[in-house]
């Protein structure tokens, strides 16, 4: 049974102390010097300023479930009074959000230290997450598994099922479902060159098609490959390393994740000499730039990383870098708004590209209002397979960003991250809200490679 903050309070731990511990607990031993999470823990002085933006506390009012919550946890085991276990089980809970670094004054990170924790101790899968990954890590299997969706979408038996609610009697499945997007624009995949001429002089960047994006969005890479090649660059697509191992990153799973870093390394230097990688799902270069440490130490992918570590960007930061093509069309919305993927805004710092490359095809981009109960800019709940793993809690999170966005009037909400899209899409659309949500590459493909609008349907 997970200890409440209460008692780990009561049992006199010295929260802001800095005095050595009386006993290490087990397995975080070999990491206190000097890399060691509990010095960063030690920083905190329990002020406080991080509670307010911690989406778990903000829907809970919980003190476990918050930012100062969680560093006491890891002080308690720091001191020997929990264990790494239950330490773990309770801050599992965390969404990895990073909104509390930025509160901090005192420079404690507490989601880096709950990922710290999940290194030593992995969240268990659960089955879908096993059944998703044993799809997602096979090329092969997330295109027939991509096929047989957009089957099961064109042939009407999607809305049949969710007319008459049959997958209510699978538990699970049926909220798994309800994440699937009921639609999917006809985008052409880029034609193979008929003529090598004026290519080879063109910058070769690879298109990273990130696995969530293959399987639910399969009109995403297609898009990215398309914007790349209008702003004048020679692309590769790969789509052949499987998944990058943001999953295994996010629970914990090192085995896993450096396996999976190998093979999306491999790919990627099989496609050299390469001037960036383009990540079209947000989620997947916070993975790749992670790589130079979870590949530290590997006598040969230490050095593929280093190779590669500057390279990776964000769809949104590639095309804000490099000058646009003219424009096919402006977009016919007056209200449009852009959901940040946590992990890119508060890691990477992408604030500013996606609203910039957006600005150029909308006058309309506005900001989600912001008020006491409504978290507009931070985490929407999604936050990978912890919409799965927590269905409640996350819906609890995403009802605040749902009511910002319809009390924003906002007709259009672009992302980068498919796990946020698919999250924010399902709740809109259980509220019967009219507004589409679309990734950024769909969008700026109707702006710069159609002079048509692409059929519209509400998410
Ligand atoms: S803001 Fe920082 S120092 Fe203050 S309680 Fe939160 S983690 Fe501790
Ligand atoms: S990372 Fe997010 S969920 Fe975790 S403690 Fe910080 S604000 Fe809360």
């Known amino acids: 049974m997970p200890p409440d903050c209460r008692t780990v309070r009561q ?37 406080g300023y991080c509670l307010p933006v911690c989406p778990t506390y903000r829907v809970e009012n919980n003190e476990l479930h ?10 308690a085991l720091r001191n020997g009074d929990l264990s790494v276990e239950e ?9 990895l959000c990073q909104a509390c670094h930025a509160a901090c004054p005192a420079g404690v990170r507490p989601g880096k230290l709950a990922l710290q ?9 659960s089955r879908l997450s096993h059944l998703l990954h044993l799809i997602t890590n096979h090329p092969r299997a997330t295109a027939q598994a991509a096929r047989l969706l957009r089957l099961y979408r064109r042939s ?22 309800a994440l699937l997007p009921a639609h999917e624009p006809d985008i052409p995949p880029l034609p193979e060159p008929t003529s090598t001429a004026g290519m080879t002089e063109r ?5 990273l098609a990130g696995c969530m994006a293959r399987l639910f969005f399969p009109a995403v890479p297609k898009a990215a490959a398309h914007l790349l090649q209008a702003w004048g660059m020679q692309v590769v697509v790969l789509e052949s390393f499987g998944c990058c191992g943001a999953p295994y990153r996010e629970s914990g799973d090192r085995t896993t994740l450096r396996r999976q870093a190998q093979r999306t390394l491999d790919a990627l230097h099989a496609a050299a000499p390469l001037q960036a990688v383009v990540c079209d799902s947000s989620i997947c ?21 280093r190779q590669l570590a500057e390279k990776v960007q964000t769809l949104s930061q590639f095309l804000a870098a490099h000058p646009p093509p003219p424009a096919q069309q402006n977009l016919p919305f007056v209200r449009l708004a852009y959901h940040d993927h946590c992990q890119a805004r508060q890691g990477l710092g992408i604030i500013m590209e996606p609203r910039m490359v957006l600005g150029r095809l909308s006058k309309g981009i506005q900001e989600l209002p912001r008020s006491d109960s409504i978290s507009a800019d931070g985490c929407c709940g999604a936050a990978g ?30 992302g980068e991250n498919p796990g946020c899209l698919l999250h924010l899409a399902a709740g809109l659309q259980r509220e019967d809200a009219p507004v589409m949500v679309r990734h950024l590459a769909e969008v700026l493909y109707e702006g710069y490679c159609l002079s048509q609008p692409i059929e519209k349907v509400s998410s």
């Open 87 to 95: 330490a773990a089980t309770v801050l599992d809970h965390c969404l």
């Open 11 to 47: 049992s006199g731990i010295p929260f802001t102390s800095l005095q050595p511990p009386v006993r290490i607990a087990g397995q975080l031993e070999h990491t206190r010097a000097p890399t060691s999470p509990f010095a960063n823990a030690e920083k905190c002085t329990q002020c």
């Open 285 to 305: 270069a916070v993975t790749m730039r992670s790589y130079l440490r979870v590949m530290s130490g590997d006598p040969i992918y230490e050095e593929k990383a």
């Open 203 to 207: 910058p070769r960047v690879a298109l």
């Open 385 to 414: 397979e912890y919409q799965l793993r927590y269905p409640q809690r996350s819906q609890q999170i995403r009802d605040g960003k749902l009511q910002a966005i319809q009390e924003g009037g906002i007709e259009l909400l672009v």
């Open 117 to 125: 924790l999940r290194a030593h101790h992995p969240l268990p899968a």
């Open 156 to 177: 009407g038996l999607q809305r049949l099922l969710r007319r008459l609610r049959l997958l209510r009697w699978l538990p699970g499945l049926d909220h798994l479902e």
């Open 66 to 75: 918050s930012p100062r919550g969680r560093v006491s946890i890891i002080l």
